[in-house]
């Protein structure tokens, strides 16, 4: 953890209030953390786009009675063995299954093995998130 | 589930090839798998828009040593209760957490405790992604 | 013009580094101004969330042989003629053209407008982006 | 042009009720117009990832009562002439201009140039649309 700084931006008042106004609806308590909260994210854009180490998520649901699947995700999985840190399974209805991989890599890789498993026949939706690995943010 | 139905599509043969060629490279083997995913994504969003009831899953990193935090991250999710079906944690460092949670709701009632829970003070980074719950998909 | 007012934030140290870095690799001058860009973003987010009145530039390219799309986009938008502020026209080669069309009313009009528009045959690719009319940012 | 070619897709019934109905809802007569701008989306962004040469419309609001902006605008295209082939401008009030860009160039330049231009002070806001150049699409 590295020490406090503070520092001051000059903005107009109307779009203070609007931004104010704005951030309040999303729950925000005090104006600091929101303004925080868009640099944090500017800074992880970054780590996406310069290929860094980065944690993705992995979301997708699929019928896991389509023959083999169950074996190809895992499969797909091992094959990237140390990339995979976690996977949650959680049965939506009698056909249909929700995953959760997680997974750390550079953010080429995460999203190159996302590309793949997304690709898999049975595979019927997903989508990848890249975030920070929580260091210096 | 609902029967097969084969449906035809006219296109020029250049841009084919060009389909052929990007979905190859992102793992398809086969270009009706990978015209159906475009379809579901297309019915996807249209569940979002229309605020039916969808799946959603947060990612996000904190800092558990953010007084606080861990109570206000389990009041969020007990206020709603029903919504949230798992939650899974993964230790990033000796102060980072990421977590996923799994929510099931209409996606204006996800977005909002979304919403919230990026909110809190101590949160760093967080996405969330809404998805299907499978059926006629 | 509302008058300048000052507002400071506090952050961690090597977030802010981080953040001069990514932002300097985009142009930015200074800090100030960045995070200005980002409030505003914010704002005009919201706008567009709460179906205020925005401006929008729909962009497309479309190929002007196809028979009777010109005739089609002419009157797509002189059903919306109060909506409709300038469309400039740009030749790719022979047959492909590009055309932004500038239009200003609620973001849930224009969009439904651009949808219209979109889905023409003959209209190959396109996408909208919603803007501030800039007053109060 | 490239000659048409026929291709199939066998999908759920119901999958494909619920993707009828949502096309319709955007504008679409049928539903093979509907697939074919779905695999042209995909062969753009394809275009875009891979670096290629791309169409750019960058829409920008700004405040032409801020000294020098002018001059740095005019500037920021001039040097790169022959990248941008027209701009249009909108009055929308007193203070705030709409501009428009259209540019022609690899993804990678045409994103730079947007950044630059984006991070000029006085600009408010602005986004980046990036699409085909019509061959082959």
């Known amino acids: ?5 503070r520092t001051g931006i000059s903005l107009e008042s109307d779009l203070l209030k609007r931004f104010d106004r704005a951030i309040q609806k999303k729950g925000y308590k005090n104006r600091s953390e929101a303004i925080r909260d868009l640099v ?5 854009a970054e780590d996406v786009e310069e290929d860094r180490s980065v944690v993705g998520t992995l979301t997708m649901v699929y ?3 389509r023959p083999k699947l169950t074996e190809q995700l895992i499969e797909a ?11 949650t399974h959680v049965h939506l209805d009698h056909h249909n299954c929700l995953e959760v991989i997680i997974m750390r890599g550079r953010s080429s890789e995460v999203s190159h093995l996302a590309d793949r498993i997304l690709s898999l026949r049975g595979v019927k939706h997903g989508k990848l998130v890249l975030t920070t690995q929580g260091k210096d943010l």
Do not use: F, G, K
Not at 1 to 5: A, E, G, N, P
Not at 40 to 44: H, K, L, P
Not at 77 to 87: D, P, S, T
């Open 77 to 87: 999985q091992h094959h990237a063995e140390n990339m995979v840190l976690a996977a």
């Open 63 to 65: 019928d896991h009675h």
């Open 1 to 5: 953890m590295s020490t406090l700084i």
């Open 40 to 44: 944090r994210d500017y800074a992880v």
